[in-house]
């Protein structure tokens, strides 16, 4: 992409999440735990133009990495993300994300009566299904809503 094309600035040092599914980057940042109180520095682009994917959505997180976890649930929602670790300007890692076996945290059981949303130190746990995900403890299954599963800190 030509430098007068690029929309979203260059970051010094931080992640940029790329190839997101167009319309999911408000839910990746839900995903990330960043709102407006944050107090995170984040540039987001929705529905900008991908050779790739005719339409992406990409976010920029200044001055941090993501964790595995966070990645995991990532690719529920935007399986052709890349994840890019940027210092001094450089990308010096890139990698496509990929659907896990199972998801830890980050999303809530739908299941009011489910261990992990009781009082209980039970952090979510999903099995990784081919059209959803399953509560390890419950068995509830989500499949097309895994969106409003997302923890809000
Ligand atoms: N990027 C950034 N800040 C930097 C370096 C890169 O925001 N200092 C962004 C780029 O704008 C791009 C993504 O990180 O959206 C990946 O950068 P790069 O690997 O240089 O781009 P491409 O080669 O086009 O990546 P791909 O092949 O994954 O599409
Ligand atoms: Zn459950």
């Known amino acids: 992409m030509s430098d007068r094309e690029l929309r979203v600035s260059k970051i010094r040092n931080g992640t940029v999440v790329d190839h997101?599914?167009?319309g999911q980057a408000l839910n990746v940042l839900a995903i990330l735990g960043i709102d407006a109180d944050s107090g995170e520095t984040v540039s987001v682009g929705m529905r900008v133009p991908s050779d790739?994917?005719?339409s992406k959505d990409i976010v920029k997180v200044e001055?941090?990495?993501?964790?595995?976890d966070e990645v995991d649930v990532l690719s529920l929602i935007a399986p052709a993300a890349s994840i890019n670790i940027v210092q001094e300007?450089?990308?010096?890692?890139?990698?496509r994300v990929e659907r896990p076996e199972e998801v830890v945290g980050v999303l809530s059981c739908p299941n009011?009566?489910?261990i992990t949303t009781e009082d209980e130190p039970v952090e979510s746990r999903f099995d990784v299904l081919d059209d959803g995900i399953r509560c390890t403890y419950c068995d509830t299954i989500v499949r097309d809503s895994i969106p409003e599963q997302i923890d809000v800190a």
């Not at 300007?89 to 990698?95: A, R």
Request: charged letters at 30%; glycine letters at 10%.
């Open 20 to 22: 997101i599914t167009a």
């Open 52 to 54: 790739r994917l005719g």
């Open 63 to 68: 001055g941090r990495e993501l964790s595995q």
């Open 89 to 95: 300007f450089d990308v010096v890692k890139k990698h």
């Open 112 to 114: 009011r009566h489910c």
